[in-house]
């Protein structure tokens, strides 16, 4: 735990220092390979589509052999790319290489260790939820989205379990824990697959989002709406029954401000 967050303070530190480039084009050759090199961070979502996988797996993991690396980096869209260097690197070293991986110091090796993690065989969802938390509190934003995208799928395939497994998080000290219980359990989400079960009765997530409808933090704020709002596409009365609900009981500016972009679109 000490050695992943010194190496996400020392990468933060750094990356406060430079301004992330808006565009892929405006990625710096120097940048593009210190990035490909695992030895800074990537600041805006530009520049994670500008790493070379292929470069950045042998980097971190020099005993990979040169064509399975080229593979991954041929895998296809950034998703794919990334469930593919998680394999890789699984079948490379096991389920021992979480650790290191965790704590290396290149956003997009750590979240190759959410992927690693997801494909690893044997654990359950509860074991894969304990172990990736550390990434879902990650410094990086980048970190905090592929540890939820990841472990997406175990969540589809056991909605009751996550759901009591994920319940205790709403109560976590950190904003970044609290949003990820909400964030991976969203009925539509983005970059993943829907949860069907969701789309068809939310009634079963309402349990994660009652303990953060008033929560501090914008953060988790947008995450609880977005929640909403993605289930408002199916059950648009049930969502403005829940938020009526939620303004009657609390006069929480929170609350509001959750309702208000709980309903946007409906």
Known sequence: ??????????AGQEGAARKGARRMADVTPAVRARLNRGEI?????????TVDFAKLIR?????????????????????ARMRAAGVELLEHGGIGMFDGLAAHRSDTVRGW????????PGLTLAERLKRVKPLADDANAGVREWA????RPHVAADLPGAIRALWPWTGHRSANVRRYASEITRPRGVWCAHLNELKRDPTSGL???????ADGAKYVQDSVANWLNDAGKSHPEWVRGVCARWERESESAATARICRRALRSL
């Open 1 to 10: 735990m000490a050695k992943r967050a010194a190496a996400a303070t020392a």
């Open 41 to 49: 961070e990537a600041l805006t979502l530009s520049e994670i589509l």
């Open 59 to 79: 980097a971190a993991a020099p005993e990979i052999d040169p064509r399975r690396a080229a593979r991954v980096g041929r895998a296809g869209g950034i998703i």
């Open 113 to 120: 260790a959410a992927y690693l993690l997801a494909e690893a």
């Open 148 to 151: 939820w995208i990841a472990l």
């Open 207 to 213: 349990v994660l989002l009652e303990p953060l409808r």
